[in-house]
């Protein structure tokens, strides 16, 4: 068990709809991590976060947003849906912003969009 | 601009043999970061191993290995002895300083242990 926390593990929804993903990071980790893992992108960098604040942005599809709250928890916000969408979400968590130290990978969410 | 490679897509061994896992990587930068990710079947993505590019000495761990080597801009991975366990998807990673921490990762090496 990494720390890191996912929820939900599975959503099932449909083309055009809107869609949170949840994480909260290990205790002490104030840098949070968005990555997508699908079979044609394999594992994809999207989006960081640093106590609050974004730090790095990667292949983020404008149609998505994230956030960092004030209690470190992120939250990844997934509109219009397409089928391609369908991905299984990581949510990784490290204790500083550089990539100094490993990133501890939530059980990720697998979103299928129908 | 920085990339991984593992040209392995796929591997299968029996158990007890010893197996090496490719990665090559490319960056610019002076300091950046290793790592080793492991897949199971499950879905989880487990952290194996930590590398900046200062340190050059091979790393052991129980039965896993890395070979570290600037000069071929390689960083494999070898399990000796392999046990059904092992059975995963491996990820080799990249970061850069000054890149926010974000990994870019190969597109994995999905090995095989049979009993």
């Known amino acids: 068990d990494s720390g890191v926390t996912q929820t939900p593990k599975h959503l099932i929804t449909a083309t055009g709809q809107r869609v949170t993903l949840r994480c909260s990071p290990r205790?002490?980790?104030?840098?949070v991590y968005w990555y997508q893992q699908s079979l044609d992108q394999g594992l994809q960098f999207l989006i960081q976060y640093y106590n609050g604040e974004e730090r790095a942005k990667g292949n983020i599809l404008e149609r998505f947003s994230a956030q960092q709250f004030p209690d470190l928890h992120s939250e990844l916000n997934l509109s219009s849906l397409e089928l391609g969408d369908s991905a299984l979400y990581f949510c990784a968590s490290s204790v500083e912003p550089q990539g100094l130290y490993e990133q501890y990978f939530g059980p990720g969410t697998r979103l299928t969009v129908t | 601009a920085q990339k991984v490679t593992q040209a392995q897509t796929e591997i299968s061994v029996v158990e007890k043999e010893d197996v090496t896992l490719d990665c090559v990587y490319e960056?610019?930068?002076?300091?950046?970061?290793l790592f080793w990710y492991k897949q199971p079947p499950s879905g989880e993505l487990v952290f194996l191993i930590r590398?900046?590019?200062?340190?050059?000495q091979n790393e052991i761990s129980g039965r896993y290995s890395w070979n570290f080597q600037k000069s071929t801009s390689s960083f494999n991975f070898t399990i000796t002895a392999s046990q059904v366990v092992d059975s995963a998807v491996y990820f080799c990673a990249l970061s850069e300083l000054g890149q926010g921490g974000k990994l870019i990762f190969g597109q994995g090496t999905e090995l095989s242990v049979k009993p």
């Open positions: 960056t610019r930068d002076t300091t950046y970061y």
């Open positions: 205790s002490g980790d104030l840098s």
């Open positions: 590398r900046n590019s200062f340190d050059e």
